[in-house]
């Protein structure tokens, strides 16, 4: 699998373009932002999108989303815990933003040990509530999109509204934390890490 990482709008958020080397299938996670330099990636690896994935619906996540869409015509794959907040001022956080949420609306809906093809892998999405009610991780090999659940040294913050702390640690643990040391970790802020590295270092944990 290939990976590319786009740092994307005022938040920094981390944009994921995962694709299959031999069918050039390609799915991005969370459009935060600029969906000109979105394509512009895509495109220089001759790429076609199948999947929009959502790790959660925060509006730094996804405010390239409705252009993506239009652009590509892919599938918007989000949790069936936090679907309906796609279009949700409050469930967004688009009015702390001062701006509004998307249109889109989830074509697929997923929910914990569910699974999809990206060319002849699997993504395996891994519910990991504590961010938000319906956060998830995404396992593709030995590759995990963690969102804002798992950070390098750190965790997803837990104040705003769906938030839990103890939730989150409880997912981290329980789920993430069961893979094994060489799993790529790739979250939604901040540099790549490693599981065995924040088994080890992370201080949350």
């Known amino acids: 699998m290939i990976i590319d990482r786009l740092i994307l709008g005022n938040l920094q958020t981390n944009c994921y373009i995962l694709a299959d080397e031999q069918t050039k299938e390609c ?14 990636a895509i495109e220089k690896r001759n790429l ?19 252009e993506l869409k239009d652009l590509t015509g892919a599938q918007i794959v989000a949790s ?23 249109c889109s609306k989830a074509d ?11 060319g002849k892998s699997e993504m395996k999405f891994i519910l990991t509530p504590g961010h938000t009610i319906g956060g ?20 997803g913050r837990t104040d705003f509204p769906g938030g839990s702390h103890s939730q989150l640690i409880s997912s981290i643990n329980d789920k ?16 790549p890490t490693t599981i065995g590295d924040e088994r080890v270092g992370n201080p949350f944990i």
């Open 80 to 102: 069936t815990a936090e679907a309906e907040l796609l279009n949700d001022n409050m469930g967004t956080l688009a009015e702390l933003f001062s701006t509004v949420p998307p």
């Open 27 to 40: 799915a991005v996670f969370d459009p935060a932002a600029e969906a000109g330099r979105i394509i512009a």
């Open 136 to 155: 998830m991780c995404i396992l593709c090999g030995d590759i995990l999109i963690s969102g804002d659940t798992l950070f390098a040294s750190s965790v």
């Open 48 to 66: 076609k999108v199948k999947y929009i994935i959502l790790t959660h619906v925060h509006i730094d996540h996804i405010m390239a989303l409705d």
């Open 176 to 191: 993430l934390m069961k893979l094994d040391d060489n799993v790529q970790v790739y979250p939604g802020h901040g540099m």
């Open 108 to 118: 697929i809906t997923v929910s914990d040990g569910d699974a999809l093809c990206l």
